[in-house]
């Protein structure tokens, strides 16, 4: 979870939640999660157990690689 | 009762020695629909207590839509951790007992301190992002 809370304390576009599921049954499922910590980065880039910068980054990068940039 | 006993109040006022700037806690609840809500708001209530370095703000979700919608929250309970030069984002979603409270504890260092224990090339690379990104991370309870 620090992780997470570093990248968006270093980044101005970066944002971080944590999320305990046990109050939230329809994250549970909306996600999948079956184990954790599990990540998801942009609704779209995820993986499960305690992993490095090194993946947590590539994750990110990953997820910028297809958003689209905001308009000028 | 407190939810913080003597023992662990003690541990966090040694921890919170490595504060640097000002954290405010804003706690986002909603005590009828919510039961998590009331707990949630005492705990950080009581760990804002803790260090005049801590501040502590509650927010009536239902009463105070706008400023839940301007913290980007969408559900109870709700901790932003907000720095003392702006809002970085970090939230935390449900109770944060167990190994989430640890969580939290870390959240408001390392908020407070504005620095993170990231490698340079890391930081490089999150200086380049130039889009929105959210990531999310789910536990449960331990």
Known sequence: MRLAFEFALESDHVTADSVEVSGYPDLAQRYRITGVPKTVVNEEFEFVGAQGEGALLRAV???????PAAPE | MALINDEIAAQLREEF????????????SQALADPDSEQVTRLVSELAALDPRLGFEDVNFVLEKEKAEAFGI??????AIVGPEKDHGIRMYGMPSGYEFGSLIDAILTVSKGASGLSEETRQALAKVDRPVNIQVFSTPT
Not at chain 2, 19 to 28: A, E, H, N, S
């Open chain 1, 61 to 67: 990068q990953e997820a910028v690689a297809v958003t």
């Open chain 2, 17 to 28: 020695q490595g504060l640097v700037g000002p954290v405010r806690l804003v706690v986002f």
């Open chain 2, 74 to 79: 969408g559900r109870t309970p709700a901790i």
